[in-house]
């Protein structure tokens, strides 16, 4: 969509001599110095050091050793696929109860009959904002069997049954954990939904309901085709935090990551060997392979999404 | 030439600046992980030494104990890095003294006010080197509520049997839970279940030599026995202990909910403030009446120099009086609970410190067996002692297969045992 201008002022460039345009470089030498000092500085020399071993105190290159040794030997690797299994159920929880409870949220928070709609708004939202150490730990005194509140309020109900020391035990270990983390995160695809809902046009709505197409049928014929997009971004979202995860775990079941390694994520995985633990002496070259294979896993994942699916979802401009 | 005389100048302030300091005080810096105990430090240990030594100025400055090997190594590397070093028991410490980061203090005087044992946490394997200064120990046993016992009318447990004994009368009695420990963070179930009772079974030093060596494996009777004791344990904890935590299992013992605690003597302390009931100790159970007893009287930490210092004499004047019993006293006084390595007998006014450290008297000493040499390796044997101890503990894992599971993860590695 090239206005007239557009073609006026090429003319004009190709008929003087073309002026070298410097503040484009100024303009964007603050942000390209800054990212490479911060972001890609040290993700090449990540990378970098991952290739490298310490003998005797000096750090000798090594090629794919420390690969060799993630993936080949049973010590590392087990833990390795281990952190990864447990990573891909994390990711699984968050993807089957985070993001259609956020859509929900966000549906009925653009309905119009609803009244105090930015209290919920903003009481959905808040968990976001807290640090993960103290959601890690208000969780962790909620369902504590001694002092919690879960207990007791499931004895209210009559379930006290129900209850079990769930971070203590190695098959509700790890779902658990990751229903927290949904619940502290749910307010942000419930936000990026319900701004997609918003800018849905009224006329568009207003044609469907002249199409007699109304009520929940609207909702799956007519809204969530438009808000597709935004799922998706939603689910890289996901995808990246999820495998970038290590904060609530840390924080709730300790660098061990028990029971028995049941809530073991790459980020844990990392942390541990990186820095080592207790009497474990941290091995910062190995630890910097495993941060380069979650580099890898990440990448992956994202560049699938970008030519797989992105590039195929049909856009609509109103 | 401007330029130079600048220059010339400048460094002559500098040099100037430096030489003065130097000619007044000596200053020193102590880096640590006991940021608990920096009052102590403040207030009673270095005035203490600053009266004898005008001249030299100590500073305590401690980092969070989970950060401490990570930062005090980035500081050494960068020679940022205190005049004095508070040393972790064997290999943190060791791989700083082969690094040159920490100078050997074998011809210090007051060294000989210890024991080889003692020494052995803070010097190379052939013993031909020492690097630090040996200043505690922690002793594990088991603290209970005495009142409760007076209540109830038991009498401390001897032997193993009666051990059970006691633990069934109060679970019948129904008003403790009779004993307080989790399995949640792992290391409660490794340190003051495994390597707590252990010792009796190992029969402390014998054993963990033998480990060593490669003459006895952990899946020998006596390294499974512990475990299968730990898995004893589980129908006597609170309810849910699965997902209790250690300072859970704290706060349960000093509100007085649970009647025992299988404790490190560093417990003292805060059970002193918070518990208004009154406290008792026993040792580890042996099995039969009358069998020799093992403590796990563990070494814990110790001071060195670090080799880049410019106060090298200053340091060497602090470390020699660390290893003094002027200091033996004052710490184990002001810290009970963390017991003095010295010689030299220590009178302590606290009565449960008293009551620990009596039991050196009658049980042989060891410590904990994964801490030297074994835990060199990948797998980790004492991260691994503590998954699997939680997990013979929650009933997850049988104690013959956690023993396996060590001793195939120490082997893999470790080629005396293979």
Redesign the interface.
Known sequence: MRGPGTIERRSMAQATKKPRRWHIAVFLAPAVLIYTAIMIIPLFSTLQLALYSEVENSQVFVGLQNFRALFGDPQWSDQFWNALKNNTWFFIVHMIVQNPIGILLAALLSSPRLRMRSFYRTAIFIPTILSFVIAGFAWKLILSPLWGVAPNLLDLVGLRSLFQPWLGKEAYALTTLALISVWQFVGIPMMLIYAALLSIPDELLEAAECDGITGMSQFWKVKLPLILPAIGIISILTFVGNFNAFDLIYATQGALAGPDFSTDILGTFMFRTFFGFQLQLGDPNLGAAIATAMFAIILIGVSIYLFGIQRRLRRYQF | MMKSTRLALLAATMLGATGMAMAQDAELTIESWRNDDLTIWQEKLIPAFEAKHPGIKVTFAPSAPTEY??VLNSKLDAGTAGDLITCRP???SL?LY??GHLTDLKDLENMSNFSDVAKAAWSTDDGSATFCVPMASVIHGFIYNADAFEELGIEPPKTNEEFYAVLEKIKEDGTYIPMAM??????EAATMGYTNIGPNYWKGEEGRLALISGEQKLTDEQWVKPLGEIAKWAPYL????????YP?SQ??FTLGRAAIFPAGSWEIAIFNDQADFKLGAFPPPVQNAGDECYISDHTDIGIGMNAKTENAEAARTFLNWVGSAEFASLYANSLPGFFSLSSETVEMEDPLAREFVSWRENCKSTIRP??QIL?RG??????EM??VS??VL?G??APEEGAKQLQD?LA?WYEPQQ
């Open positions: 090997n990570a064997f290999d943190a791989s082969e690094k989790g399995a949640k963070d792992q290391w609170g309810d849910g202990f699965e997902a209790q935590a859970d706060n349960l994964a801490h835990s990948t797998p980790n044997l004492w991260n503590w998954n939680a997990n929650r997850a894992q993860g893999g």
